[in-house]
């Protein structure tokens, strides 16, 4: 199964994402474009393993603390257009801690440098688009999740499998 640790929006959130998008198309950028749905914001990827179990042990062990997250600004990573995010020190230790717990558990994973962005566009044409506005955009994450990435139909599917932190009541 492909995995990968993330942090998943409310619709609030999503609308705001989908909206950006709506005007990016309006302004001209093609590519592939992400679909509502699968609006998330990666922290590691995991890549194909046989079992989640260990992965789930992993986050179990390191400590989570709800945090704010914050929208704010178009970049791009080459041809991919995406949203910046920022979340504080609560974010940058999880992630620092999740990755030292999953080296430590001997876990493989994606080493890429961990910056906090949602991907909207693959393969953009235009990277630089002019007059996109970005509203101001702030959610509390409450809980970290681990997901499942499947082939459906032809069409990506993630399915949250496990997660840290929730609401108690």
Known sequence: M???VAINFPEEVKKTLLATMHELKTKGVTGSYSPGRNLHMTLVF???????????????????TPFHLTLTD????????WVGAKGGQKLKEY??????ELDRAGIRYDR??????ITLVRRASNVKPQGIRLP???MMVEKISLMRSDQKNGQVVYTEI????????
Do not use: C, T, Y
């Not at 995991?46 to 989570?64: N, Y």
């Not at 992630?95 to 030292?100: G, Q, S």
């Open 46 to 64: 995991i890549g194909e393993v046989p079992s989640a179990d260990p992965v789930k042990a992993a986050m179990k062990a390191v400590p989570f």
């Open 2 to 4: 492909r995995l990968f």
């Open 112 to 117: 890429k440098k961990f910056e906090p962005h």
């Open 95 to 100: 992630d620092k801690n999740l990755r030292a």
């Open 74 to 81: 178009l970049g791009n990573f080459g041809d991919i257009l």
């Open 136 to 138: 101001r955009q702030e």
């Open 162 to 169: 496990f997660s840290v932190g929730g609401k108690r009541g």
